[in-house]
């Protein structure tokens, strides 16, 4: 008598796939429903001029010269940080619009 001709006691063909792509649907709804981190929002006038490295007499082409000088050393894409794109990006909203 061979392994083969008694009845398949394992689990059902395809069950392992059904599981996986379970895991996979219960995963990815836990990573898209989760609550995401609160960031802090730039209110300080005189933090947002610190960051851009200006003084409080600077007006609004002196804010976006400062914003393109230091946002060419700290984008992501020169290896600098996301957090640190967004902090200068918010200094300079900040600032023009109260300049407006």
Do not use: C, F
């Amino acid at each position: 008598m061979s392994l083969h001709d008694g009845p398949h006691h394992g689990p059902p063909q395809g069950r392992g796939v059904t599981w996986i792509a379970t895991a996979l649907l219960i995963w990815l709804a836990w990573r898209y429903l989760r609550p995401k981190p609160k960031q802090r929002v730039l209110t300080d006038e005189a933090e947002a001029r610190a960051i851009l490295g200006i003084d409080a007499y600077a007006d609004a082409d002196a804010i976006r010269g400062a914003h393109r000088r230091l946002i060419a050393s700290v984008h992501p894409d020169r290896g600098g940080s996301t957090d640190l794109t967004r902090r200068v990006n918010a200094a300079r909203d900040l600032l023009l619009k109260r300049t407006r």
